[in-house]
């Protein structure tokens, strides 16, 4: 089994043969994502494999939300909220077509949730929300994320929910 790392979205990193198979997703990593590395908009990690380190099998991109109404939550999740709360966006999250099934993708969510726990822990904020994507909705499911009533291709998950990490 390969070894594999997650990181900073860098210059070594070869974007131009990355393929998701969603002309959205790769266009955005190939053309977008290192400019809004380097003005702070997002941030983005990129998953790789210790044999080939400039090959990306995966990444992830994060960024602070807006905020949100607590009444566009689940009901019960709004309850003891503020009218509106602050959170982080899951922006974007895809893995190679030929890196499918290695639990990639779940690396990479992983990661992104440490990421908020570590910021949330910081400066706070309340929840990651996610703009599912291409039929996406079941994958973010099965890590606990819940639909918001009025948007369901938009999942949220609290920080409290999340799991421990030793640095979060
Ligand atoms: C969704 C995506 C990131 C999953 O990546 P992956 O590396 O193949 O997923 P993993 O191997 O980590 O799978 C983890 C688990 O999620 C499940 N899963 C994977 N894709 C799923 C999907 N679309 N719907 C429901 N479950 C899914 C897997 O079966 C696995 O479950 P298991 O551990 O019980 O077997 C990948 O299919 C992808 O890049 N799709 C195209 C882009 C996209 O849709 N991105 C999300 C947009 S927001």
Redesign the pocket.
Same mark, same amino acid.
């Given at each position: 089994m390969a070894v594999v790392k997650i990181e900073a979205l860098g210059k070594a990193h070869d974007v131009a043969n990355f393929d998701?198979?969603?002309t959205d997703?790769n266009h955005w990593l190939r053309t977008t994502a290192r400019q809004h590395q380097k003005n702070n908009t997002s941030k983005t990690f990129v998953l790789i494999e210790e044999e080939s380190p400039a090959v990306v099998q995966?990444f992830v991109t994060m960024a602070i939300r807006d905020v949100t109404p607590k009444d566009d939550l689940p009901v019960a999740m709004a309850k003891k909220l503020p009218m509106n709360v602050a959170g982080y966006t899951?922006a974007?999250? /895809? &893995?190679?077509?030929n890196?499918?099934?290695?639990?990639?993708?779940?690396?990479?969510?992983f990661e992104a949730m440490e990421r908020v726990c570590q910021a949330a822990r910081l400066v706070g904020g309340f929840a990651m929300f996610?703009?599912?994507?291409?039929? /996406? &909705?079941?994958?973010?499911?099965?890590y606990g994320f819940l639909q918001l009533p009025n948007d369901p291709d938009i999942l949220v998950l609290p920080i409290a929910s999340m799991p421990e990490f030793p640095n979060g």
């Open positions: 998701c198979g969603s997703l995966g899951l974007r999250l /895809a &893995v190679s077509t890196a499918r099934h290695r639990g990639y993708g779940e690396r990479l969510l996610v703009d599912a994507k291409d039929g /996406a &909705v079941d994958f973010y499911k099965k």
